[in-house]
């Protein structure tokens, strides 16, 4: 199968209209087979690690959300872990279906009757969504199945075990092989009782060794708790993939006046996949890819040694984000009377600014039943925030865009 083959005519949109992106070399093409096997070339073969001490699999990995001229290159690179696999309904790239067995696809699982605060887990419910998704992708069976968004706190992963049995259910039919889960912060959360914060849940999940890996937001900047819950991870075992990893790096390469100073040679993707792949103490990270030349870019780093302009890039990057770019920690949740989900609109305003993904925010943003024009610009939440973000004046920006 030609990689042309692979645009179909939504994509080719999508691609067209994806944020333009310089500093590679490689100019935007219609994914033209030259144009997938020159960043290939560029890429080269991606180093490869133990996912939690098992399974090899690529220091970066897929995603469904990727184009598929990056998700084609990437198959090409070794790229051999794809997230949100769910999401190639009838539509799986013959590569992976051809060699199946060669290739990790994952299936994520939300909460029923409700978001990912107020849902519910339900046994019977996520087991029938993953068969259906079975059969729609044909892919055939599913490598890891996900609990998306993950516990409200570690009690609740010892009290519900409802996911831990779809899973046993799935695997019994060979219909999955591994069991993980996604996890966000639900410290302070008005909605949910008792939540605790990512690190917190991940430990006791760590602990408990029932799940193999987990995937959760990660980036430059973090700090102890996530730190502590890494090398705690390694020690047991137990796998770690870093998500939402971009930290706003897709506005900082639009932004003309912070790209002047840039480091010269450095480029924002390319500076963190060097640091993801060889300073953090992960075994992989997704990082989000718009287009065939922010793959090039980007996988290009994987694996290779920051650089002293990398090392700066990082530097710089991180006072931007720390400025602008919300670490979606949910520390502000408890304060807002309003419960306005804060995180979770600064979560959109990602995919609109850093993926360049506006209609899935704007999709995202219109089922929220309390949205950024309820804030009445109080400020309680400001203290609250680690990076003192300006929260009221971002939420009216934010409403701006996607309201
Ligand atoms: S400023 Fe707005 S978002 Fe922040 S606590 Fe007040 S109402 Fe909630
Ligand atoms: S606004 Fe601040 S406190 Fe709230 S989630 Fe973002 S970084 Fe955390």
Redesign the pocket.
Known sequence: MSSKSYVRRREFIHTSAAVVFTGCGIQDKLAGPGAIDEAARKVGQLPRRKLGGGREVSVLVGSATWTREAVEAGIRCGINFWHKAEDWEGSVPQAILKNRDAHYCQVCVDRVRGNHETGAIDEEAHYQLVKRAVQRTGLGYFDDVQFHFGYHSAAELKSNRGFVRVFERLKKEGLVRHLCLSQHSYTGNSRVRGGQSAPEILKAVAEDRVFEHAQFMYSYGEGDAWNDFLALARKKGFGTIAMKTTRGAGRMSQDKAFMKDFPAGATPHQALARWLTTRAQLDAAVIQINSLSQFADTCSGAGKALRASDAEAIRKMAVYADREV???????AGACQRRIP??DI?RYERYARDYGDLARARDLYARLDTRADACVSCES?VA????S?R?PEKLAQVHRMLG
């Open positions: 919300c670490r979606l920690c949910n520390q502000c804060i995180a600064l939440c609250r925030c680690p990076q973000l929260i």
